[in-house]
């Protein structure tokens, strides 16, 4: 009998435990371990995201700069994946074999039950061709997507590009962005982001055994429909644009041309440049990396970014603020013997011997010696400490947007330099300076540092006689042309219109008046003022400058050229300059064809070698990288023969 129960008390023992570990087996399976779940629900239902169409991006006349095109993102859910043919998949996609292994590993450690990223952008003939076997391949899915294309191949710095998101991108979107998404990496693409990407949506879908799609799930109740992102105007002239980079063809320098009315940029050239198209597409890394190492830096912003002594052209903002603080006037006539003289023995040349110098005529001229008066009398002729004087010099210069950023809507913008007195101070030992220790900033030089985009800032500020609006190259947002306030805002900088009248005079009359610095660049029927400049450089060739407005009553476009080592600015600059103007308002160009010819033509990049991408190397092949190959030797010669060339006509072509 006792062993009767001690049978029966075994057996259910057994049984409570058998029942146990089986509900403890549950609760883990359904409640911990949620594998089982996800292989479940992704073998009823898949979640497809749709991702939205980037805003377009317009020219001022509503032509297109960046539009969309399809592409194909192909997704794997690693523990769908059995039994494939993987020879042919890869043959399909275009990939080998380890390419499929790495891959496939990769999605596989991100997650087996979730899909993935397995191939970004395939082509619309590559999905073409996976389209007809994809139902061999279980596992595998198709995703639909577009990319940037630029069809006319211009403003690749101005526009900016895209790129799949980090990690850091992620976590500062506060979960807005995912891995895959893609966010504007530079120019107006990172500047308008928020405007541009739209809103992702998301389709359920109902799929069988085989993966085979089957419907939306309660018949898409619980879709959401993506949303395009905001088209954009910008301020940009395309022909203006395509105009100013076939100008700067084989120069370093850039362009930047202003509606004064209104601040909207017209042009925005920074050269060397690159085609945009090389950022988009499976063959993105690659290109971005020979752009980086590119030794003439065509991904640098040149007109933003760069910074340049502004030479002659600050002679403009030299007279502007003297008037204004009644040092000097209309009437103020400065003796140029071709040269300012300061100090015991300093001295600082001129152009030539101009004799009894007016305010005028010291524009149209370009007098050196007219401005070392003027500084002189601007630091040392108001009975106070130089350094005190200087500081007022340094308020009235800054309100023209020097050594300060002027707001534009592209991230990465320079404020150029305009040193304070301290600076001064300290470099001397003391604050006991004059205007002698610092005369070349009297036109444009020494530590004075400006970027081009602030330089055609300072011709709408003339052009307006006294204001301008803050520069911006998108014109309007979205259907109903949204104009951001900031770029409403009528900035004055603190000079009377009428101060303005005799530095346009000299700026007509140099331009447009025999014996003027720029008069070969006249443009018959269009009275254009304008000013030439010749920055030092210390590396090699000057830089040559030339800004200008036109008309000279109710100005319609104000421009700054500014070509790296290309000598005087009449020579190269003004050229380039009056082509624009004149196409913009005109639509023609009526300068002469040899000149034409020569700006198109010219060859002023500077010979360089090759820098060769960042890789391993052994000590033998780190030698070989430092060489010249003789087709490259070749290349440097003609460069520099033709250099040599163009240097010898600016004597010929000099105003």
Known sequence: ?????????????????????????????????????????????????????????????????????????????????????????????????????????????YSPYKASIFEKQLSAETYARLQEHLYKFRGFYVQNRTVRNYPDSIAAQFLGYINEVTDKDIERSDGFYRPGDYIGVSGVERAYEELLRGQRGIQNLMVDAFNRPKGHFAD???????????????SLDKELQI???????????????????????????????YNPNMMVGRERGNNYMKLLYDPNKPMFIRPIQAQYPPGSVFKVVSALVAQQAKLIDQNTVFYCPGGYRYGRSGFMGCTHVHGSTSLVSSIQTSCNTYYGYTYAKMID????????????????????????????????????????????????????????????????????????????????????????YRPHLIKSIGDKKIVKPEFTEKISVGVDAKYFEPVIEGMSQAVNRPGGTAYSVKINGIEMAGKTGTAQNPHGENHAVFFAFAPRVNPKIAIAVFVENAGYGGVWAAPIASMMVEQYLTDTITMPKYIQDRIYNGNLMPAVKPVAVKKETTPKEADTTEKQTPAEQKQAQRIKQNNTAILAQNDKYKS
């Open 243 to 273: 105009l100013g980079e076939k100008l700067l063809k084989n120069k370093v320098g850039t362009i930047v041309a202003i509606e004064p009315q209104t601040g909207e940029i017209l042009s925005f050239v920074s050269s060397p440049s």
């Open 220 to 234: 898409g109740k619980y879709d959401t429909l993506a949303v395009a992102g905001e088209d954009l105007m910008s």
């Open 381 to 468: 002729g108001r009975g106070e400490k130089s350094s005190l004087a200087y500081n007022q010099w340094r308020e009235a210069v800054q309100k023209f947007g020097i050594g300060e950023k002027l707001g534009i809507d592209l991230p990465g913008e320079n404020s150029g330099n305009l040193p304070t007195s301290d600076y001064y101070t300290k470099r001397f030992g003391n604050d006991k300076w004059t205007s002698a220790y610092n005369i070349s900033l009297s036109i444009g030089q020494g530590e004075m540092g400006i970027t081009p985009l602030q330089m055609a800032n300072i011709m709408a500020i003339v052009a307006n006689r006294g204001f301008y």
């Open 1 to 109: 009998m006792n062993s009767f129960f001690a049978r029966k008390f075994i057996v259910q023992g057994i049984i409570i435990a058998a029942a146990v570990v089986l509900l403890l087996r549950l609760f883990y399976i359904q409640v911990i371990d949620d594998s089982y779940y996800l292989s479940a629900e992704n073998n009823v239902l898949r979640k497809v995201i749709i991702y939205p169409a980037r805003g377009v991006i317009l020219d001022r006349n509503s032509k297109v700069l960046v539009q969309n095109e399809p592409v194909y993102d192909l997704l794997v859910t690693p523990r769908e994946v059995k039994d494939i043919d993987t020879a042919l998949f890869c043959q399909l996609i275009d990939i080998d074999k380890q390419g499929f292994i790495s891959r496939f590993t990769k999605a596989k450690n």
